[in-house]
T-cell receptor, first 115, second 113 residues
Framework: KQEVTQIPAALSVPEGENLVLNCSFTDSAIYNLQWFRQDPGKGLTSLLLIQSSQREQTSGRLNASLDKSSGRSTLYIAASQPGDSATYLCAVSGFSGAGSYQLTFGKGTKLSVIP | DAGVIQSPRHEVTEMGQEVTLRCKPISGHNSLFWYRQTMMRGLELLIYFNNNVPIDDSGMPEDRFSAKMPNASFSTLKIQPSEPRDSAVYFC???????????FGQGTRLTVV
């Protein structure tokens, strides 16, 4: 059974700092990996999706990398801003064995960017 | 497109009552997912539909939970009877297929007292 771990559970940084969020997964037979952002009381917003054949994806100040063989992904946020404060969730898509692909989520990293 | 639309946003009900959560996926998306989020367990997949057909319901916790997708633009998740331990945020998500980018609704916060 796929397990996804995100470390740290919470992170507080001063505005302007570059930071890295970590995600690890136990089964490397994934189809893709997705990073989401969740604001308090809100739904999940998709940030980046990396296919299993890719090494990284970039969107603005965000860069996500994937090392499928070692079961790791990182989300790099450059020049952090207070508006980046949210919980960041990592999810991997893999074959569930029940005839479908399933997204398995980590429990997230709660990021606070201090002005 | 307005994205995935869920209703109601908040629901407070008494133990034993029936609760129905509703979801309208993004038009053209063939896959629909229902998730439950709690502090203790995080996000858990309850059930997955493809082309309106339930494919994987192994995450549905008990027979009290049921889900339907009568057409491509509407799905319901029903809990009958509801219990306090069902209190959570329930999310609906849709995607073109089960392997592509998933888009989430705003969620329904359910409180069973």
């Amino acid at each position: 059974k796929q397990e996804v771990t995100q470390i740290p559970a919470a992170l507080s940084v001063p505005e302007g700092e570059n930071l890295v969020l970590n995600c690890s997964f136990t089964d490397s037979a994934i189809y893709n990996l997705q990073w989401f952002r969740q604001d308090p009381g809100k739904g999940l917003t998709s940030l980046l999706l990396i296919q299993s054949s890719q090494r990284e994806q970039t969107s603005g100040r965000l860069n996500a990398s994937l090392d499928k063989s070692s079961g790791r992904s990182t989300l790099y946020i450059a020049a952090s801003q207070p508006g980046d404060s949210a919980t960041y969730l990592c999810a991997v898509s893999g074959f569930s064995g029940a005839g479908s692909y399933q997204l398995t989520f980590g429990k997230g990293t709660k990021l606070s960017v201090i002005p | 497109d307005a994205g995935v639309i869920q209703s109601p946003r908040h629901e407070v009900t008494e133990m034993g009552q029936e609760v129905t959560l509703r979801c309208k996926p993004i038009s053209g998306h063939n896959s629909l997912f229902w998730y439950r989020q709690t502090m203790m367990r995080g996000l858990e997949l309850l059930i997955y539909f493809n082309n309106n057909v339930p494919i994987d319901d192994s995450g549905m916790p008990e027979d009290r939970f049921s889900a339907k997708m009568p057409n491509a633009s509407f799905s319901t998740l029903k809990i009958q009877p509801s219990e306090p331990r069902d209190s959570a945020v329930y999310f609906c998500a849709s995607s073109l297929d089960s392997r592509t980018e998933a888009f989430f609704g705003q969620g329904t916060r359910l409180t069973v007292v």
